[in-house]
């Protein structure tokens, strides 16, 4: 089973088109994160949310907005969408936000966005 | 928020060691130092974590000197799917870590 899973794997949309991302973790953690990659390999974390509650939001335009539904999956959903929002967006999850005792993030596999 | 130094990439050939060293000058009496390994078309994955001195696991070394200033991720006999990037994170929270520019690890032949 897949710890991390996120969908669709690739995203090809049109500029000004609105779509989701969706991530599911079963790993039974508390804490889910959106991170964005560019083209130049940075990771720059988006947003994290603790049990459903939002705890960062980084300088991130409002087109962005992440939905939790429940503590085991995180959406994020993209409106108006730009040429400079191509990326790969990467889900993950930790047990809880404490950086010890092995609480480590875990990854999905990453969506490639492509926004023509 | 401790900040950290590594190289942007370094070269080494199959079967050699590999050390990394990550600067952290600023790091807080509560960090830890974790680091994280990214293959190409993959979400990074942890590697290792530790406080202070010595940690090991299946996979790698960390070292990390009684001043905490810096430390040092070691590879040992690295092999060509070692390839990737290696990134050094400082933190108490997985909120409060950021992701640098990494250093990126080329084995070769």
């Known amino acids: 089973d897949t710890a991390v899973s996120q969908t669709p794997k690739y995203l090809v949309t049109q500029m000004g088109n609105d779509k989701s991302i969706k991530c599911e973790q079963n790993?039974?953690?508390?804490?889910m994160y959106w991170y964005k990659q560019d083209s130049k390999k940075f990771l720059k974390i988006m947003f994290s949310?603790?049990?459903?509650?939002?705890?960062i939001n980084e300088t991130v335009p409002n087109r962005f907005s992440p939905k939790s539904p429940d503590k085991a999956h995180l959406n994020l959903h993209i409106n108006s969408l730009e040429l400079g929002d191509s990326a790969v967006y990467f889900c993950?999850?930790?047990?809880?936000?404490?950086?010890?005792?092995?609480?480590?993030?875990?990854f999905g596999p990453g969506t490639r966005l492509t926004v023509l | 928020l401790a900040k950290t130094t590594q190289p942007i990439s370094m070269d080494s050939y199959e079967g050699q060691e590999v050390n990394i060293t990550c600067s952290h000058n600023?790091?807080?009496?509560?960090?830890?130092i974790t680091w994280y390994q990214q293959f190409p078309s993959q979400g990074p994955r942890f590697i290792i974590q530790?406080?202070?001195t010595k940690v090991t696991n299946e996979v790698a070394s960390l070292f990390i000197p009684a001043d905490r200033k810096s430390s040092t991720l070691s590879l040992p006999r690295v092999s060509l799917s070692d390839t990737a990037v290696y990134y050094c994170?400082?933190?108490?929270?997985?909120?409060?870590?950021?992701f640098g520019a990494g250093t990126r690890l080329t084995v070769k032949p």
């Open positions: 790993l039974g953690h508390d804490t």
């Open positions: 994170l400082v933190g108490d929270n997985n909120n409060d870590m950021r």
């Open positions: 993950a999850s930790s047990r809880g936000g404490l950086a010890g005792g092995q609480n480590t993030q875990y």
């Open positions: 949310y603790n049990n459903k509650e939002l705890i």
């Open positions: 600023n790091i807080a009496t509560n960090d830890y």
């Open positions: 530790g406080y202070k």
